[in-house]
């Protein structure tokens, strides 16, 4: 237990920490399965599953305060001895899986509440005994801080890297990830589009609807921009309303295509948001290898091409009413 607790300290990589945490309890008590259920914004996930019946405990999505670990969760007690197949989702196949008949699950209570719940599993019934029990409740505020601290630094690692109000990844993240489809395009021969795009339209959401119309608004398009686009295209906020999208083997064709069905998603969101067509989309892109291997040179020219049709589009936007004007004239 003392080699335990100074383990459990020397890593912040919360998968290390729970393997760590499965290999030493695995000399202190016998069990067939093991998990760790981690507390994420009221849901029970699996972040570690060893033993038997990987799948079916791998699956589990539990909510706080139902079934057998969320009982615990909720009321941070333990449980011994408990039901295992009371559990949301457990699915009790002889013939595929072993049956599992007893649970030993005890609450990692942290600084700030109840972070997860670690369990242990056993085809035999009345598997556990209360020293058992113990050893866990001994260990399992030292547990509970290090799965803490590891979130937090997951968090942090996270945060660096993506846009806090998309989601999706940010500027640092996507030059991060140019660089190596640029790299792999020159090594492979294959090609890449390089796809900037403005939203025509957000300054006036602003200044119309305030700017937490306008986040919801981004929000809203970022969602429609991911579902716009293929599996494998990787979608990054580079700031304010300018996002960029990386296409592996998109030709001009497709891309022109692309541009159109991305413009109608920005379309969309406007309507979902505000109740109507407030905002477009310009987009401009460039091709690697055809406009060279240099990221930033890429980045150039598409953002180029961009506002080539964005000059396009206020040029049009000028011929035709401005429906923001208009709804508030009807005002």
Not at 207 to 236: I, N, P, Q, T
């Amino acid at each position: 237990m003392f080699e335990l607790s100074q383990d459990l300290g020397n890593s912040l990589s919360l998968s290390e920490t729970l393997s760590v945490l499965s290999m030493r309890l695995r000399k202190l008590i016998l069990y067939d399965s093991i998990a760790v259920f981690v507390n994420r914004n009221g849901w029970l996930l699996p972040e570690l599953v060893s033993g038997e019946n990987f799948r079916v405990l791998s699956s589990l999505k539990i909510r706080v305060g139902e079934g057998l670990c969320g009982w615990v969760a909720e009321n941070c007690k333990p449980i011994i001895n408990g039901n295992p197949q009371v559990e949301a989702g457990y699915v009790a196949d002889p013939e595929k899986y072993v049956t599992l008949s007893s649970a030993l699950a005890v609450p990692l209570e942290g600084l700030n509440g109840v972070v997860g719940v670690l369990a242990m599993y056993h085809s035999s019934p009345d598997a556990f005994t209360p020293d058992h029990l113990r050893i866990l409740l001994a260990v399992a505020s030292k547990v509970a801080l290090s799965v803490e601290n590891a979130l937090k630094y997951q968090q942090a690692e996270s945060s660096a890297t993506t846009d806090f109000l998309t989601g999706l990844p940010n500027a640092r993240s996507l030059f991060v990830h140019l660089a190596q489809e640029v790299a792999r395009c020159r090594r492979m021969k294959t090609s890449l589009a390089v796809m900037v795009c403005d939203i025509d339209g957000l300054k006036k959401i602003n200044d119309s609807f305030g700017h937490l119309e306008g986040d919801k608004l981004l929000r809203e398009f970022s969602a429609r921009l991911k579902e716009a686009c293929r599996g494998y295209d990787y979608v990054a906020r580079m700031g304010g309303d300018e996002f960029v999208i990386t296409a592996p083997g998109l030709t001009p064709e497709a891309a022109l295509e692309k541009a159109s069905r991305l413009n109608q998603a920005a379309v969309e969101a406007g309507r979902h948001t505000c109740g109507r067509e407030v905002i477009t989309l310009s987009v401009g892109t460039a091709f690697c290898p055809e406009n060279g291997y240099d990221v930033e040179a890429l980045l150039a020219e598409a953002d180029r091409r961009m506002y080539s049709v964005k000059q396009t589009h206020h040029a049009e936007a000028a011929a035709r009413p401005d429906p923001l004007a208009l709804g508030a004239a009807v005002k």
